[in-house]
């Protein structure tokens, strides 16, 4: 599968996300998300990653969207 790395430059302007750092969502764990995804606490992150479990690796920014808590402003 393909890796995805978020970067702030791969993130659409309507995203109220901002990325610190670079990171692979699909291996990041709750404290690599929270550092480096401004705007992520504990809550979203585990959320985040409790999608992933469930449905398998984002293969595209967009797919955030479908997380519970994050969606476009």
């Known amino acids: 599968m393909k ?3 978020l ?3 791969l993130l659409p302007l309507s995203f109220t996300l901002a990325v610190a750092a670079p990171i692979n ?3 990041a764990d709750r404290t690599e998300i929270v550092e480096n995804l401004t705007g992520i606490g504990n809550v979203k992150a585990d959320a985040i990653i409790e999608y992933r479990e469930a449905n398998g690796p984002f293969e595209k920014v967009e ?3 479908k997380v519970k808590g994050i969606g476009a402003k």
């Open 3 to 5: 890796k995805l790395l």
């Open 63 to 65: 797919d955030l969207l």
């Open 25 to 27: 969502i699909n291996k």
């Open 7 to 9: 970067s702030l430059a």
